[in-house]
């Protein structure tokens, strides 16, 4: 084995490593998101005597409303669910090119493309998505550079899909201030 070569491998090992830590962080961060969106919903729909109880330890974590909020950890679970799912095919490719022993076979080069083409992709569709989320939440993202959602979405919200125009927003805030509590509590 030549010496270039042993390097490649030796590389390909700290990769494999770091890819295989990196998906279950990324998998842990999106169970962690789903937990707090779902913690979020149970909270603003809590009895109204335990709100009592509990209203001052949560003030101090109040930060931003409960759309925006519900909006933003579901598309960090998307975001983080997709990104752990493309590590996963990287730690495969490098799974398979250690046992290989080498990177230039027909199989390795087919999974590297397969990996290449899912690393275009799924950040993509990750952002169409989050875009989505926050179109169907009516959250304004402007500044939200997560994961290029804020660039996918000045396309979107200017195309031919033109989900959420101002003056939809400012109708459909009208219409939820107009309509009756229900029983749901909801912070202010």
């Known amino acids: 084995m030549s010496p270039t070569l042993k390097n490649i491998q030796k590389c390909a090992r700290v990769l494999h490593t770091l890819a295989i830590i ?31 109880m509990l209203a001052p330890i949560m003030a101090e974590l109040d930060h931003g409303s409960y759309t925006a909020s519900v909006a933003q950890l579901s598309a960090d679970v998307i975001s983080l669910a997709l990104d752990g799912v493309v590590l996963c095919f990287a730690a495969a490719y490098l799974k ?24 275009i992709t799924l950040p993509l569709i ?21 994961n290029g959602s804020a660039i996918f979405s000045v396309k979107y919200k200017t195309g031919a899909m033109h989900i959420s125009s101002r003056s939809y927003s400012a109708t459909a805030r009208s219409l939820r201030a107009q309509k009756p509590d229900n029983g749901h509590h909801s912070k202010t």
């Open 22 to 52: 990196a998906a279950v962080a990324a998998f842990l961060g999106a169970a962690s998101a789903l937990a707090a969106a779902v913690g979020l919903s149970r909270w603003y729909n809590a009895p109204a005597d335990v709100l009592g």
């Open 96 to 119: 398979q090119e250690l046992a290989d022993g080498t990177p230039f076979t027909a199989s390795g080069a087919k999974s590297l493309l397969r990996l290449g083409i899912l690393t």
């Open 126 to 146: 990750s952002a169409a998505v989050s875009c989505v989320i926050f179109g169907a939440f009516d959250v304004d993202i402007s500044g939200y550079y997560g």
